[in-house]
């Protein structure tokens, strides 16, 4: 009876650690060194110290396995400049309030924070964003509302609003991806002007044989 028991509780730890390590392996880091992001900010009320941003930009200076370094730029309503370089750990939930989370989640899916703890994902939607249509995933944590890139797992918005202030934060420009022109990407666009001016000139050449022959 104790062997049986013995058995299943092994079974049981080792099924655990299969579990957190399949887990483990899902976090996906979305971003590459030079990416960058800024946003407008505008808050009302008190927020805490540092918080009262008017304007921020996030660049991500290194990337290793799961850990990003990134430098974060914000503009304080005082005029003053704050620069702040964060070490960001996925796998350890060492998220940095939250501006960068694991790319490629969808709904029902959970990460882990350190601060915040597990947060669930619980709507994917496609919105405009710096100039492009963009799948986005969203989720609430401590008196936010976040939107995140799905592909990159960058913040592109986020409303705060307790009893004391509101913050909202909205990405306007990104090196992350570019605005779209007749809402198609510009490398796009290029390609079928490309195939349409290429055509037009085949044409004209046929025209003109046929023209030659008649």
Known sequence: MKRILFLIIVSCLFLSYVFLASVAADVSVGVKQGDWIEYSVA????????????????????????????????QLSNGSILNVVEDLDFEAGRLIDLFIIPSGLNVGDRFFDQVVGDVMI???????????????????????????????????????????????????????????????????????LIIVAVGTVIVAVVLVFRRKRG
């Open 43 to 74: 808050f009302t009320g008190s927020p805490p110290v540092e918080h009262d941003v008017l304007w921020a930009r996030m660049e991500v200076v290194n990337v290793t396995g799961r850990r990003v370094n990134a430098l974060f730029i914000s």
């Open 122 to 192: 619980d709507a994917v939607e496609v919105r405009t964003y710096a100039g492009a249509s963009r799948t986005v995933v969203s989720a609430a944590a401590v008196d936010t509302q976040w939107f995140w890139d799905k592909s990159t797992g960058v913040a592109v918005e986020a409303r705060t609003s307790n009893s004391v202030y509101t913050l909202d934060t909205k990405v306007v420009s990104t090196g992350l991806w570019s605005p779209q022109i007749l809402g198609m990407y510009p490398t796009i666009l290029n390609t079928l």
